[in-house]
């Protein structure tokens, strides 16, 4: 089964790859996700349960990296194994930058093997469907919190510099004040007036799918594969 389509984010194309190039980051965009191991950059693994709707299919994939171009385009390889299915996928994604925010083209070549596979497109087809839209939606929010917290850094840092600035403002003001303080304490006293009269103003981080047996019952997501094609295996 072939599907593809095309999401859009409201955030830099630099954070957007970041996220689809961080395993930590891509292990939460996977449904039934249960354990994570990151081997490099370019290989990690992880133990997931498909939700089905009646149940779940546990799965073991290995996932590589085969090719990739900053910040442009990236390919990725993964293969499941698990009793009654063997699943390998082929997925890849081009960023393109889109005014302030970024535009994702992507591509996904789905096979399925063994008894699941059999069950043939009519009843996989809604199940990639829905499992891809979930998995896009988890990569939105996965870009909003990385933007977020890209975007606290920068604040961070601003408010830093800023709070030196103030120190710096500060300490000159206060030496004025500190001159200016004496002049009129030595004019108080002058006058016979006492400087203890003054008061102190100082400002103290994926949803189960349906039963395969009920192929009708899925409704289109409108954010999930925009195209498919497939065989019935």
Same mark, same amino acid.
Request: charged residues 20%; proline residues 5%; aromatic residues 4%.
């Given at each position: @089964?072939?599907?593809?389509? +095309?999401?859009?984010?409201?955030?830099?194309?630099?954070?957007?790859?970041?996220?689809?190039n961080d395993?930590? %980051?891509?292990?939460?965009?996977?449904?039934? *996700?249960?354990?994570?191991?990151?081997?490099?950059? %370019? #290989?990690?693994?992880?133990?997931?349960?498909? !939700?089905?709707?009646?149940? &779940?299919?546990?799965?073991?994939?290995?996932?590589?990296?085969?090719? /990739? %171009?900053?910040?442009?385009? &990236?390919?990725?390889?993964?293969?499941?194994? $698990?009793?009654?299915? *063997?699943?390998? @996928?082929?997925?890849?994604? #081009?960023?393109?930058?889109?005014?302030?925010?970024?535009?994702?083209?992507? /591509?996904?070549?789905?096979?399925?093997?063994? !008894?699941? $596979?059999?069950?043939?497109?009519?009843?996989?087809?809604?199940?990639?469907?829905?499992?891809? $839209?979930?998995v896009l939606?988890?990569?939105e929010k996965?870009? =909003?919190?990385?933007?977020? +917290?890209?975007?606290?850094? $920068?604040?961070?840092? &601003?408010?830093?510099?800023?709070?030196?600035? =103030?120190?710096?403002?500060?300490?000159?003001?206060?030496?004025?004040?500190?001159?200016?303080?004496?002049?009129?304490? +030595?004019?108080?006293?002058?006058?016979?007036?006492?400087?203890?009269?003054?008061?102190?103003?100082?400002?103290?981080?994926?949803? =189960?799918?349906? #039963?395969?047996?009920?192929?009708?019952?899925?409704?289109?997501? !409108? /954010?999930? !594969?925009? #195209?498919?094609?497939?065989?019935?295996?």
């Open positions: @089964m072939k599907v593809s389509g +095309e999401r859009s984010f409201g955030a830099a194309r630099s954070v957007v790859w970041e996220v689809l395993p930590a %980051r891509m292990a939460k965009l996977m449904p039934g *996700i249960e354990s994570f191991d990151i081997q490099d950059e %370019r #290989h990690w693994s992880a133990r997931v349960k498909v !939700p089905l709707g009646l149940g &779940a299919l546990p799965l073991s994939f290995d996932f590589e990296k085969t090719e /990739e %171009r900053e910040p442009d385009y &990236a390919r990725l390889s993964a293969k499941g194994k $698990g009793v009654g299915a *063997i699943v390998s @996928m082929d997925t890849q994604f #081009h960023l393109s930058e889109a005014g302030a925010g970024t535009a994702m083209r992507w /591509e996904a070549d789905v096979s399925i093997a063994g !008894p699941v $596979g059999s069950m043939g497109q009519r009843v996989l087809q809604p199940i990639v469907n829905q499992q891809v $839209g979930n939606s988890a990569l996965q870009v =909003e919190e990385a933007a977020g +917290e890209s975007g606290s850094s $920068g604040g961070g840092a &601003a408010a830093a510099t800023a709070s030196g600035a =103030e120190s710096t403002g500060g300490s000159s003001s206060s030496g004025g004040g500190s001159s200016g303080g004496s002049g009129e304490e +030595e004019d108080g006293s002058a006058n016979g007036n006492s400087s203890d009269d003054a008061e102190d103003t100082t400002p103290g981080g994926a949803e =189960e799918g349906i #039963h395969p047996g009920s192929p009708a019952t899925y409704s289109d997501d !409108p /954010e999930g !594969p925009t #195209h498919s094609t497939a065989d019935d295996r």
